[in-house]
């Protein structure tokens, strides 16, 4: 069992076979895959997806996959999903999704940058990676904003949904993150004069 993360508004907790229902609810709508280079049948039974996550994210150092669901602490209500897949024991990549009611409130970056924290504290992680289709611009923006590099572009990558798609790749490394992370304490200790407060958790 994966151990609860929190940030300001989210409790992120491993996703359950009992979430399937709630998951296949928003997953299961043409705005959550149009933009993305998966079948729309993935999504169909959250169900039947979540017995494959449990059957297959492996065990202890060796397990490859990290799913959470997101919880808005004060509606209880499930917001969102966010994930790690790990080829190796140093790299992963990372992937999100927001139910579109709760679009453009801040939750993707909320939760993404809490498990790219997590994967780098508590995993010891040296790349997080993110592919994107190059039309998805919310997602762009997302990985922009959590301080992911662009590092090209794969033209005609993946074939899915009848069409090929060009993809946009997104990195940090942890050297990366430790540089953001004395960045963000610099900005924290010049605009609280000479007060060193922890690093706030966002
Ligand atoms: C991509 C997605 C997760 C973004 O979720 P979200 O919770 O709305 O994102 P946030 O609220 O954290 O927004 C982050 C930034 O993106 C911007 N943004 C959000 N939607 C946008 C859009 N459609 N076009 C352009 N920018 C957008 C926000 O304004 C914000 O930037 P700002 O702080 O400078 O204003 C959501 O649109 C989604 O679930 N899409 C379908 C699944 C998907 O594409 N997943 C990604 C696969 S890699």
């Given at each position: 069992m994966l151990p609860e993360l929190q940030t300001e508004r989210l409790l992120l907790r491993e996703v359950q076979i009992e979430d399937g229902p709630a998951l296949q609810a928003f997953q299961n709508r043409p705005e959550q895959w149009r933009?993305?280079?998966?079948?729309p049948e993935e999504f169909a039974d959250g169900t039947l997806r979540v017995q494959r996550y449990v059957k297959h994210r492996?065990?202890?150092?060796?397990?490859?996959l990290f799913v959470y669901v997101a919880h808005e602490?004060?509606?209880?209500?499930?917001?969102g999903q966010v994930s790690l897949s790990r080829p190796q024991p140093a790299l992963a990549s990372l992937g999100f999704s927001v139910a579109t009611e709760y679009w453009r409130k801040g939750y993707a970056s909320e939760m993404a940058n809490r498990l790219i924290e997590f994967g780098i504290e508590?995993?010891?992680?040296h790349r997080i990676s993110a592919d994107v289709a190059i039309e998805n611009e919310a997602s762009k923006r997302v990985l922009d904003k959590i301080g992911m590099t662009y590092e090209g572009t794969a033209r005609d990558c993946i074939w899915a949904q009848g069409r090929w798609w060009t993809e946009a790749k997104y990195a940090i490394l942890a050297a990366d993150y430790e540089r953001m992370l004395v960045r963000r304490c610099c900005k924290n200790r010049r605009t609280a004069g000479s007060d060193s407060r922890p690093i706030a958790r966002s």
């Open positions: 933009q993305m280079a998966m079948e492996g065990s202890d150092s060796s397990r490859r602490k004060s509606l209880g209500k499930l917001v508590e995993l010891e992680l």
